[in-house]
Structure formats: structure tokens, C-alpha cells
């Protein structure tokens, strides 16, 4: 349900455009790391994503689940609340894992938060937190690098501009982009297993980027 709703309200609001490299492929059990910039960017990762096939378990912040309906929808659908500086935390990381085990995808940001940039313009990914190279390591699944570019024009900056930008997105239909990565297997430390991790998703941000013609990633 939840990639069907974004498919369509992602169509509903820009021009969405997605591209693989070649070899990607998001197997059954992997980990999809994306980068994270705008409150539009998770329904757009995954109207990409279900167009490829693919319909993956999110972790995403837990305050989505004190929203009756959806939170009641996520937890039907499996998906799995982050509770970020709290004891709970780390539950996220066993649920990712028994996802994966059981053969589902799992999407998860590392970064962790958003940008508090209030224009709209692209930049590379921030620091990423650990929680995806544990996950790598605990479970051994692949990693697929996604990078989207194009969210922040839905919807970015103050309150105020975040409503506005959504409220005249489908009347702007700005271009979106998202590519795929092909997946890559972490190892090493947890820092080493987080560089590479960074490393790879900030390469498909920038052909994601590049795809829209974007500075960030045209000067790059």
C-alpha cells in the first residue's frame, strides 16, 4: 500500500525519472541506502523503487506512528520505527535484520536527519551515523547505494515554504530524479564499512544530480 500511495502522489506532484547502473540490482535481502534531504524525498525513493519491482521495508523516525492512520498502516505493512536518542534505538537494527533475514529489502538513511538548509538547492550527502554499517556487518546483506536529487523542490526551508512548496508542486511538476547504484558488500571496521558506504550513495546523488542539471554536481 505504502509504495502504491507514493507512486501515485509522487506522479501527482513532479516528473519522476529513474536510472540503474549497470549491474544494479536490488535482491531480495539487501539494504538500500539513500540520501536524505527533503520530508518529500522517502515517497519518492520509493515510487522509484516500485517501479523497479521492489517494495521495501523503510525505517523511518517513530513519530510517523503517533499519526493514527499511517501509523497504523506502517505497522501492518512491517515497516519500522526509528527512536532516535532513546534506549529503543537499537530494537530498529533487529527488526531491520529479521527483514533482511526473512527476505525483505530494507531502506534506511544513514544520515540520520535532514539538512537545515532552508534553499532548495542539491548538496552531497551529510556524515552518516553507524547504524548502517552494523546492519551490513550483523547481517552480511548487500548494500544499494540510491541517490535522489530534485526532493528539495517539492518541498524544503521553514514550515511556511515547506506547505507552500507542496501546496504548488503539482501546478510546478518540478523534474525528479533517482539512480540506483550497483550493490556493494561493506567491509572492515564500522568506520571503514561507513566511509564506503557514504562514498557509494554520494555517487549516485551526484548522477542523480547531474541527471537535473543541478550546480552541486556539475561542479563537482
Given amino acids: 500500500m505504502l509504495s502504491r500511495t507514493a507512486s501515485t502522489l509522487v506522479s501527482a506532484v513532479g516528473r519522476l525519472s529513474v536510472t540503474c547502473d549497470?549491474?544494479?540490482?536490488?535482491?531480495?535481502?539487501?539494504?538500500?541506502?539513500?540520501?536524505?534531504?527533503?520530508?518529500?524525498d522517502p515517497a519518492i525513493v520509493i515510487a522509484a523503487l516500485y517501479r523497479l519491482g521492489v517494495s521495501p521495508v523503510v525505517m523511518a523516525t517513530s513519530g510517523l506512528w503517533r499519526i493514527p492512520l499511517l501509523g497504523r498502516a506502517l505497522t501492518r505493512e512491517g515497516?519500522?520505527?526509528?527512536?532516535?536518542?532513546?534506549?529503543?534505538?537499537?530494537?530498529?537494527?533487529?527488526l531491520a535484520a529479521q527483514a533482511l533475514r526473512q527476505g525483505r529489502s530494507v531502506l534506511i538513511?544513514?544520515?540520520g536527519g535532514l539538512p537545515r538548509r532552508k534553499d532548495a538547492t542539491e548538496a552531497a550527502p551529510g556524515g552518516f551515523r553507524t547504524g548502517l554499517a552494523r546492519l551490513a556487518e550483523r547481517t552480511g546483506a548487500p548494500v544499494v547505494p540510491v541517490?535522489?536529487?530534485?526532493?528539495?523542490?517539492?518541498?524544503?526551508?521553514?514550515?511556511?515554504k515547506q506547505i507552500a512548496g507542496l501546496a504548488t508542486a503539482p501546478l510546478r511538476r518540478p523534474d525528479l530524479h533517482v539512480h540506483v547504484g550497483a550493490p556493494i558488500v561493506l567491509t572492515g571496521d564500522a568506520s571503514v564499512r561507513t566511509a564506503r558506504a557514504h562514498a557509494a550513495v554520494t555517487t549516485a546523488w551526484r548522477t542523480a544530480a547531474a541527471h537535473l542539471g543541478e550546480p552541486a554536481a556539475l561542479a563537482a
Avoid: F, M
Fill in 22 to 40: 549497470p549491474g544494479a540490482e536490488i535482491a531480495p535481502g539487501g539494504i538500500i541506502a539513500a540520501n536524505h534531504t527533503s520530508l518529500a
Fill in 79 to 94: 515497516h519500522i520505527p526509528v527512536h532516535r536518542r532513546d534506549l529503543r534505538a537499537a530494537d530498529a537494527l533487529e
Fill in 109 to 111: 538513511y544513514a544520515e
Fill in 147 to 160: 541517490g535522489q536529487a530534485g526532493a528539495r523542490r517539492v518541498t524544503s526551508g521553514s514550515t511556511i
